[in-house]
C-alpha cells in the first residue's frame, strides 16, 4: 500500500486480505508472475499461493503493473500484474542462513540460500524456507454463528454468541500448519532451468 500508487488491501470477514489495485478487488483478474510464468490458483479468493507466505529470501525483484495493460502476458490481468523475480547464481554468491522471530505477531522463519557463479553465464541458486505462524489459539478466536438453532446433537446455538463447539479442521487448515518453500535454479547462457515448490 505504500509503494505501489492505488493499491490496497480489503480486510474481508472471512479467508485471507485481498490486494485491490486501480479501485477493484477479485483476485481472480490479478496476474501473478513468477520468472515469466503464470503461477495463480484461481479459486474465489483467486491468486492466494504465495501472498500469505512470509519467506521471502528468495526474490530478488517485485514489480507491479497497475492496469489492464499487463493481459499482453496472459488472461486475466485486467487488474493489474505482480511480477516476481527470483534470485540466480549469477545474481546472489555466497551461502548464508536467517532466523527470525516475531513476539508482537508470534512468527518464526528459517530460511537457507545459496548460491555460486560456475562461468561468466553460468549460476546455482537453491533456496529453502520454513515458518511457523500458529495464529490465534482456538480461545482468542471463538467461533461466532449469525443463526440460532440447534446441532445435529441437541445443543443450542445463539445468534451473535460463541458455538458451543470447535471446528473440527480449523487446526487443520489454519492452525499449525507450517508454511515451506523451496527453489532451485541453474542458468546457463540463454536457457534456465527452475523447481519451485510452495506451500
Known amino acids: 500500500e505504500a509503494l505501489v500508487p492505488g493499491a490496497y488491501v480489503v480486510h474481508d470477514n472471512f479467508g485471507m486480505p485481498m490486494l485491490g489495485l486501480r479501485g477493484e478487488t477479485g483476485n481472480s483478474r490479478l496476474l501473478y508472475v513468477v520468472n515469466g510464468l503464470e503461477s495463480r490458483h484461481i479459486t474465489s479468493r483467486g491468486t492466494n499461493t504465495e501472498r500469505d507466505i512470509p519467506l521471502l529470501g528468495d526474490i530478488q525483484h517485485i514489480g507491479v503493473l497497475n492496469g489492464p495493460g499487463g493481459s499482453i502476458r496472459g488472461s486475466g490481468a485486467t487488474t493489474g500484474l505482480i511480477d516476481m523475480t527470483t534470485h540466480t547464481g549469477l545474481t546472489f554468491s555466497g551461502t548464508d542462513i536467517k532466523l527470525r522471530q516475531g513476539f508482537n505477531e508470534f512468527l518464526s522463519t528459517l530460511e537457507f540460500r545459496h548460491g555460486r557463479r560456475l562461468g561468466d553465464d ?78
Open 122 to 199: 553460468k549460476g546455482l541458486f537453491i533456496y529453502a524456507g520454513v515458518a511457523w505462524q500458529p495464529g490465534a489459539s482456538r480461545d482468542s478466536a471463538r467461533l461466532f454463528s449469525d443463526l440460532t438453532g440447534m446441532t445435529f446433537d441437541g445443543r443450542e446455538v445463539s445468534a451473535g454468541s460463541p458455538v458451543p463447539y470447535q471446528n473440527p479442521h480449523l487446526r487443520e487448515n489454519y492452525e499449525g500448519q507450517n508454511k515451506y518453500k523451496f527453489h532451485a535454479q541453474y542458468d546457463d547462457e540463454s536457457w534456465s532451468a527452475w523447481i519451485r515448490y510452495v506451500r
